[in-house]
């Protein structure tokens, strides 16, 4: 069976819902997400040097892999999909570039929510 981009991003939100919820507080979870984003070395050289890939590649979705950047897409979701042509899943990293650092920051809320996508 095949998970479409919603069905994934619709399983990842249930997942950070569990995780929070376990965590006793989004901040809790925030700091563990924190530290584990920036200690990705793929990460660390995107936010590092967001402002300047912003003006060669504006607002687009960047593929980065062993701390370059492999391709630029319009959307996360064909930024996803023609990767994992050439790429394993888990071996690289899709990041929105914004202007600044500061733009990048997203907070998510919402109740928690069960699926079933093997049935």
């Known amino acids: 069976m095949e998970l479409s981009i919603a069905a994934f991003k619709e399983a990842f939100q249930n997942w950070i819902d ?16 924190k530290v584990d984003i920036m200690e990705d070395k793929n990460f660390k050289f995107f936010y590092d040097r967001m402002p300047e890939l912003y003006k060669k590649y504006g607002h ?15 959307d996360f979701d064909t930024a996803l999909k023609e990767t994992l042509k050439k790429e394993k899943l888990g071996t690289f990293l ?24 093997g049935a």
């Open 18 to 33: 569990v995780v929070n919820e376990r965590c006793g507080s989004k901040r809790s979870f925030k700091n563990l997400i």
């Open 60 to 74: 687009k979705f960047l593929v980065v892999k062993d701390c370059a950047i492999l391709a630029d897409y319009d």
């Open 94 to 117: 899709i990041q929105e570039c914004f202007e600044t650092q500061e733009q990048s920051i997203q907070y998510f809320q919402s109740n928690v929510s069960f699926a079933n996508f």
